[in-house]
């Protein structure tokens, strides 16, 4: 029962501190009770905490889109729509990748995703999905998509194939769900040639990736790539609010103006929600203030030496999977194998961790370590030793 946060640092109601090992489901940015985003939301609510953003507009929500599309050249990424959450950004995307195709009648309907891919939870994401735990139960519902392995994989598929793809959609850099497995340099570069190639528009599912946890603002700027959609949510506001953006080209915008039918029937009470607007604004001044980006490096570099020498340690990591502040931490037999998945290593681990003062998740048997960019050298090495120490324990080292 967590009831208190200070940086990086959360506190239960029993009194004991823990290191937010996995900035609360991927969200916290800057840490817990930052100053200049608190103020910023009290000074919101001097004002209004709430408007309706169908036929209005609020003053926070035209700042953020404009900071929003500063981060990309002129021309390019400059419309924004606004919703709830990760999953409603993918499906703001798709809608609109679908939509603009119908409005300039091109029968292209499909989408390309990739295997092991996870973008959402609700129905048009979960079908874009493709991890099978979290697709089983609707795999036949929802949009109509191919799975691919790798680019080398997209680049086989027939002229008839892809006349008839709408939108290509990628996490870029590192696949989450999918244990932190990173793509290979120079793929996301490559899959943006393929897709100008062949008129097929390109969805970045920045959810997880943004604002700072690769080492990059946005994830896809380390391959200089522009998408058609950028996908963005949980970092929006430091992590303090739900919240979620999509971004597209004036291109595709101008597809949706003139007769009704064409318009963008889509939206959601809280869009563009003022408390969060704020919060996302203040989160983008820190970012400016604080240097948080030039600050990274050094970190990025520490948590590497640092999971490098756990690993040496260990004989059960069998791989250290990061990108950024971004790190999987994969335990297996010491002879390759995997664990059974009834025995649930993972979760173990990281309740074990629990006792030496460090609160994240598993996915299956990979331990994730992503903290809040805030955190410390020092912080680091106290998180990787609670990794280390619940390794240690659970395999009776």
Known sequence: ?????????????????????NSS??????????????AAIRAQLDQVAHTS?????????????ERLCGFFPEGTLERVF?????????ECAVRMALQYRLNRRENRTQFI?????????TLGAASLGGVGRFTATIGRYGLEVS??????ELERLSPATISEVAAVIIEPLVQGVNEMRLWPRGMLAALRHWCDANAVHLILDEVMTGFGRTGTMFACQQEDVIPDFLCLAKGLTGGYLPMAATLTTGRIYDAFLGAADQAFYYGHSYTANPLGCAAALASLDVFENERTLESLQP????????L??????????????????????????TDGSKFPVAERIGEEVCLAARKHGLLTRPILDTVVLMPPLCVSNDELEFAVNAIGAAIREGFGA
């Not at 606004?82 to 993918?90: L, N, V």
């Open 82 to 90: 606004f919703s709830d959450d990760g999953s409603t950004a993918i």
């Open 299 to 306: 970190k990025i570099a520490r948590m590497t030496e640092l």
């Open 147 to 152: 799975h691919v392995g790798s680019i080398e």
């Open 113 to 121: 995703a990739f295997e092991n891919g996870y973008h959402g939870d």
């Open 308 to 333: 490098s020498d756990l690993s040496a340690r260990h004989p059960e990591v069998h791989e250290v999977r990061q990108c950024g502040l971004v790190a999987g931490i994969e335990l297996r037999r």
């Open 25 to 38: 489901i991927w969200t916290n940015v800057h840490g817990h009770h930052h100053p200049t985003l608190d």
């Open 53 to 65: 953003y169908l036929g209005f507009a609020n003053p926070r929500a035209s700042e953020l889109a």
């Open 1 to 21: 029962m967590i009831v208190r946060g200070e940086g990086v640092w959360l506190w239960d109601s029993e009194g004991n501190r823990y290191l937010d090992g």
